[in-house]
């Protein structure tokens, strides 16, 4: 997982118990599909329900290259705060693991299907950065998007980009999905890219090539 874990309660106390079972559920999705960018748990309890203790909310939310979202909740009805918050937590990381599951296929017979599009150096622009999570991606000739990790890049150029910086990246397909493992720099907005190469690869709008 590439940030760390987050887990919020809102009108219910923090149980380490509770806590324990939902890092084992997470690593089992991280374990599944290791390209996950982020995962956020969340455990509420509805203002009138306080007393009764008889209903509760879990949503989790997974981040997944490229831009991709997957959401799932559940809603428990009557039942002890424990027991029932624990089989709620379950039926909600078993919904999302099939959500991973269905996109680790697809990805994998995109990847038999497309063999030429893997392991082969390409051309594209750096679309979008997050630098102090230390990714990006990179959109390609063909219009796709790959994630890249800063330690992708080499010379430690990770510093340099920006949207828009042309770049040169050997593409790879796994687990983790379209992913660069290399990634150059040709230099910074279209000054080394041919002008054809520019043209087929759509500029982000504020990016002057």
Sequence with gaps: MRTPLEITYRNVSKNDTI???????????DRLHDSI????????????????????RVRIDLRLPPGKELVTHRKSGQGEMQE?????????FQS?????????????????????????????LVVRIFADEGYGFI??????????????VIHNDF???????????????????????TVQIVDKPGSRISKKEQADVEVPEGCQP
């Design 19 to 29: 806590e324990t079972l939902i890092r084992e559920k997470a690593d089992k999705l």
């Design 159 to 181: 510093d340099r980009l920006e949207i828009g910086t042309g770049v040169r990246l050997v593409q790879t397909e796994g687990e983790k999905g379209p992913q660069a493992s």
């Design 84 to 92: 029932g918050l624990h089989k709620l937590i379950t039926t909600a």
């Design 96 to 124: 999302m693991e099939r959500q991973l599951k269905k996109i680790k296929g697809k990805q994998e017979n995109h990847t038999k299907t497309n063999p030429s599009q893997t392991d082969a150096e390409q051309t594209g």
């Design 37 to 56: 960018i982020s995962c956020r748990v969340s455990i509420e309890r509805p203002q009138g329900y306080q007393q009764k203790g008889s209903q509760y």
């Design 139 to 152: 959109k390609t000739l063909n219009g796709r998007e790959v994630y890249f990790h800063k330690n992708s």
